[in-house]
């Protein structure tokens, strides 16, 4: 069985997982554990656990159990002191805390929610996310990063404070892959975050897995500003040292005006400038679902945005190639 | 299978469901919904949920699954927004919301927590017990009435409001058990409420079961000061109508003066009166296990408490007898 490891933040992440969970593959996810917003924030720092939302968002997508149990996971409290925790990450810091290992909490969610696969966390050290912009200025913590309207000025620097350890099962996973998928994300803050731990980059620079980078659809204005596709490549370069990928997967359908004009005040499509490079696939990755503004906030977030079922098509190709 | 019912509050049902779990027979536990007492009592003001205190407690007696499973459920927050919750309490909270009723969020429950028998909940209508004293004060809610030094003045009524209609699956069992098995409970916030509902008392009337009481080991000073065991037959019976009772179930063992000295504030042994009726069964049910402080908080509880396997094998010889 093919060896296919996804690597990103927790949204990003979920759509790729979701679509591949499907195929006979050995599946895994190396999620980022640079989160400090919201839910996750809070629990962070009331209770000294690691973060769990992106976490918790991979186990739904690889989830085998009922339907009802992954809107649990998914599910968020809307009053008193519960308000804005989503059941999983109250579920994930309870484990936690119970079996005093986020280690040990993740193989019990597995079990729990009867997943497909693996999710791992890049780090199980308790890490902040930090970015130096040219004019000096230090933006602290994830959630920081995530709200500025000023990353397109361009930064010096990126770090995790304390300088983390990779979690040996995410070195084993990416040197043992065939495959290994970098999923759509916000790069500086989702798919960065990643790199930035001591022994990522390495051992991506190492595996002799072939490397897929699925190019994100939508720039994000005052962060990615008119991005193209080879400038996602070049903040990738930035941190891996070299360019690793061996096929990049992007769209190539435009979503209807009336979309994009709904879509302008955040940012405009990512252009594709590259169609001299060999190593591009294009396809219509976007997802034709109508939303439901009720549905669960991970589909919520973006209106325009990849259908899982195509992005894993597309993947399986070249799972079925290699 | 002969077919067990055991009736009563959180604590005393899971001590009595504890041990009798291990028996081939066919379980369930009918609960009271009166509890609005600490975590419970927040969820159901923030989040206007059923009670889940005392189902918990039930589910986790009965529960097969893992022990790490079950110290989860019982796991109690220790920090922040979520400070002094029970992980279990917010777990059938979120089913609750997510699934839309109490009903099918126990039915859920019961299949994550791998539950042996059935636990179900006495009503599902949303109720506060009231209790009016001789001295026309009332006392609003179960956790003002568990709190109140004033009970063994006596009441005038007891109530809940509104009036509430029984669980059919209540009913069901009621009518269909081969045994019943009242638990040790606190008699006024545990025992009665149970009765309080419109249907229950007739069904226990009715049944045909035969109907044993599980007598509480200790009284609780300004509630049940001084009681013998005639006295707790008296107060169940102003409520069932007559004496249901086929068998009395009470500890012959005396604790050691030690112990007893350590509860004496707290309230006396009761004492068994009934010598000469022969529905007693007396026998040693006094549980041996040195208590550690930091156990699970359903143990801590009471240092002199009822060991689940001696009250289970008694119980056990009256259901192999009839």
Same mark, same amino acid.
């Given at each position: ?8 933040g $927790?949204?990003?992440?979920? #759509?790729?997982?979701? $679509? ?10 190396? #999620?980022s554990m640079a989160d400090d917003g919201g839910?996750t924030g809070v629990?962070r720092d009331?209770?000294?656990?690691l973060p769990?939302?992106d ?9 085998? +159990? %009922?339907? +009802?149990?992954? =809107?649990?996971?998914?599910?968020? /409290? @809307?009053?008193? *002191? ?5 059941? *999983?990450?109250?579920?994930?810091? !309870?484990?936690?805390?119970?079996? $005093? +290992? ?5 193989? @019990?969610?597995?079990?729990?929610? %009867? ?7 890049v780090t199980?050290n308790k890490v902040r996310l930090k970015m130096v912009l040219n004019n000096n200025k230090l933006l602290d913590g994830e959630s920081e990063i995530d709200g500025s309207q000023e990353l397109d000025q361009g930064f010096k620097s990126m770090y995790l404070e304390p300088f983390p ?15 290994? #998928? /970098?999923?759509?994300a916000d790069i500086y803050t989702s798919l960065i975050p990643n790199l930035l731990v001591d022994?990522i980059c390495?051992?991506?620079?190492? %595996?002799?897995?072939?490397? #897929? ?7 994000k204005n005052g962060q990615t500003t008119?991005f193209?596709? +080879?400038?996602?490549?070049i903040q990738i370069?930035r941190f891996? *040292?070299?360019?690793? /990928? ?17 879509? !302008?005040?955040? *940012? ?18 976007? %997802? ?18 990849? =259908?899982?079922?195509?992005? !894993? @098509? ?9």
């Amino acid at each position: 069985m093919k060896k296919v490891v996804v690597i990103g933040g $927790g949204t990003g992440n979920f #759509v790729v997982l979701r $679509g591949l969970k499907k195929y006979p593959i050995d599946l895994s996810a190396v #999620v980022s554990m640079a989160d400090d917003g919201g839910s996750t924030g809070v629990l962070r720092d009331e209770l000294g656990v690691l973060p769990p939302g992106d976490v918790r968002q991979c186990m739904v997508a690889l989830s085998d +159990s %009922s339907r +009802s149990m992954r =809107d649990l996971m998914n599910y968020r /409290f @809307e009053n008193g *002191g519960l308000e804005g925790h989503n059941f *999983g990450n109250i579920l994930l810091s !309870a484990l936690e805390k119970v079996t $005093g +290992s986020f280690d040990r909490a993740l193989e @019990e969610a597995h079990k729990i929610l %009867s997943i497909k696969g693996k999710v791992i966390p890049v780090t199980t050290n308790k890490v902040r996310l930090k970015m130096v912009l040219n004019n000096n200025k230090l933006l602290d913590g994830e959630s920081e990063i995530d709200g500025s309207q000023e990353l397109d000025q361009g930064f010096k620097s990126m770090y995790l404070e304390p300088f983390p350890k990779a979690h040996h099962k995410a070195i084993d996973q990416i040197m043992t892959a065939d495959l290994i #998928v /970098f999923s759509p994300a916000d790069i500086y803050t989702s798919l960065i975050p990643n790199l930035l731990v001591d022994g990522i980059c390495k051992a991506l620079r190492d %595996s002799e897995a072939k490397k #897929v980078l699925v190019v994100n659809l939508m720039n994000k204005n005052g962060q990615t500003t008119n991005f193209k596709v +080879s400038d996602y490549l070049i903040q990738i370069k930035r941190f891996i *040292g070299e360019d690793i /990928f061996n096929y990049i997967l992007i769209n190539n359908v435009k979503p209807s005006k009336e979309l994009l004009d709904i879509y !302008a005040q955040e *940012g405009t499509m990512v252009e594709n400038d590259l169609h001299e490079d060999s190593r591009t696939i294009t396809a219509n990755l976007i %997802s034709d679902e109508i939303i439901e503004q009720n549905k669960s906030d991970i589909i919520k977030r973006n209106l325009i945005r990849h =259908d899982s079922e195509k992005i !894993a @098509e597309e993947l399986m190709k070249i799972v079925d190639h290699i």
